[in-house]
């Protein structure tokens, strides 16, 4: 009987760390993180994308469950405050938060200074950088530069106009470099695989005010897309968080246009108009997710800037890419090839687009001929380049 009972004991203690998970896990069942959005978690983008990854999480790591706010932005709440969210969540078992705007920069850092026992990641911000940050956030990002470049590139191999359009949310150093990352992937293919002359290309960014629309505060994407189209501009490569301009690209294709988009943010984007899409640049948020989280769970989470770029060799590996990109059925074998070939010049370092010479677009010198950009440069970008058209604050 005494050696049953130890063996029960011992049984019982199996299954506990079979159905708990590993040690380190601070003796609960459940590990509790929360999601803050800035916009809807269905927008077909960048919201999406995060809801998505957060999902996989609670399928793939075992012990995690997630409680989510979507929506956080001044016009769907107005007066409602980060910190009063983040309390919220808190409130509801959260032992971990993410903000997924950079707009959440102060309330994620005045939250996490007030829970000092909950861990934060905050999405694009870089206060770990200037050491704003309380020890208890980490950012992260993904090196979104390598998908604008391969969307620019695509979208100056089909343009029959030689005129480019770029839905741009609104102007910041992120904005900036993402832009400027797909111009120079577009001055790249018209120079460098189609031979034409750089002053032939046209590449404008026109900003709508913020990351999607808010009628009677931004600018309507659906009206800049018409009149990008209407001024010759047949291929648009989306910035904003919502799917605009590929709908409208997918509506004038209908009128019989010979236009075409790229979208962003979200791998599935390209389902709203297929015919219209030539690909879409996506952000993959479940490995960046699953290495905080199971540090956080195991004890383990040290404050950390994370600037996660591209499995290159298996660029749409969701286990362990945080960047991608999905040809759309819009794009010709012959550009697809080019692509591929681009990519990997990209991953072996043989294209580096941010090299000199390179003057910012007021005809400063950025990089000298010879001298590539650092990450800090390329971070923090003040202007776009020379040769792009649209403001730079």
């Given at each position: 009987m005494k050696n049953s009972r130890v063996l029960c004991t011992l049984l019982?203690?199996?299954m506990a760390i079979l159905?708990?998970?590993q040690p380190g896990f601070a003796g609960e069942k459940t590990f509790t993180f929360g999601l803050l959005m800035v916009g809807p978690?269905?927008?077909?983008?960048?919201?999406?994308?995060?809801?998505?990854?957060?999902?996989?999480?609670?399928?793939?790591?075992?012990?995690?469950?997630?409680?989510?706010?979507?929506?956080v932005n001044p016009a769907d709440r107005p007066g409602v405050t980060v910190p009063n969210l983040v309390d919220d969540l808190v409130s509801k078992g959260a032992k971990l938060i993410i903000g997924n705007s950079d707009d959440m920069k102060d309330g994620m850092q005045e939250a996490a200074m007030m829970h000092p026992d909950v861990y934060f990641i905050h999405i694009s911000g870089d206060?770990?950088?200037t050491g704003e940050a309380p020890k208890n956030l980490t950012n992260l990002m993904g090196r979104m530069e390598y998908g604008k470049m391969m969307a620019g590139f695509v979208a100056a191999l089909t343009t029959k106009t030689g005129k480019i359009g770029d839905l741009g949310p609104l102007i910041n150093a992120e904005t900036r470099r993402l832009s400027s990352s797909s111009y120079l992937g577009?001055?790249?293919?018209?120079?460098?695989?189609?031979?034409?002359?750089?002053?032939?290309?046209?590449?404008?960014?026109?900003?709508?005010?913020?990351w999607f629309n808010i009628p009677g505060v931004t600018s309507d994407p659906s009206l800049v897309m018409r009149n990008f189209i209407d001024s010759g501009y047949?291929?648009?490569?989306?910035?904003?968080?919502?799917?605009?301009?590929?709908?409208?690209?997918?509506?004038?294709?209908k009128e019989g246009a010979a236009v075409w988009a790229v979208p962003y943010d979200y791998?599935?984007?390209?389902?709203?108009?297929?015919?219209?899409?030539?690909?879409?640049?996506?952000?993959?948020?479940?490995?960046?997710?699953?290495?905080?989280?199971?540090?956080?769970?195991?004890?383990?989470?040290?404050?950390?800037?994370?600037?996660?770029?591209?499995?290159w060799k298996d660029l749409n590996n969701a286990e362990t890419s945080a960047i991608g990109f999905q040809n759309?059925?819009?794009?010709?074998?012959?550009q697809a090839k080019a692509l591929a070939d681009f990519q990997k010049g990209l991953a072996d370092g043989t294209i580096n687009l941010f090299s000199g010479p390179l003057n910012f677009q007021d005809g400063s010198v950025f990089l000298k001929e010879g001298e590539k950009a650092t990450d800090k440069q390329i971070w923090n970008l003040p202007q776009l380049l020379e040769g792009m058209e649209g403001a730079s604050k």
């Open positions: 019982g203690i199996a159905f708990c998970g978690a269905n927008d077909h983008g960048w919201s999406q994308a995060h809801f998505e990854a957060a999902r996989e999480i609670e399928k793939k790591v075992p012990g995690t469950k997630m409680v989510y706010i979507d929506k206060g770990v950088l577009a001055r790249y293919a018209w120079t460098k695989v189609l031979k034409k002359p750089a002053k032939d290309l046209k590449y404008k960014v026109s900003w709508i005010g913020f047949d291929v648009i490569v989306s910035g904003i968080d919502t799917t605009e301009a590929l709908i409208v690209a997918g509506q004038k294709r791998r599935g984007a390209c389902n709203e108009a297929p015919d219209a899409c030539l690909g879409v640049p996506f952000f993959n948020w479940y490995p960046g997710y699953k290495k905080i989280i199971t540090s956080a769970m195991n004890g383990a989470f040290k404050q950390q800037f994370l600037w996660l770029g591209p499995e759309g059925v819009a794009l010709g074998p012959e």
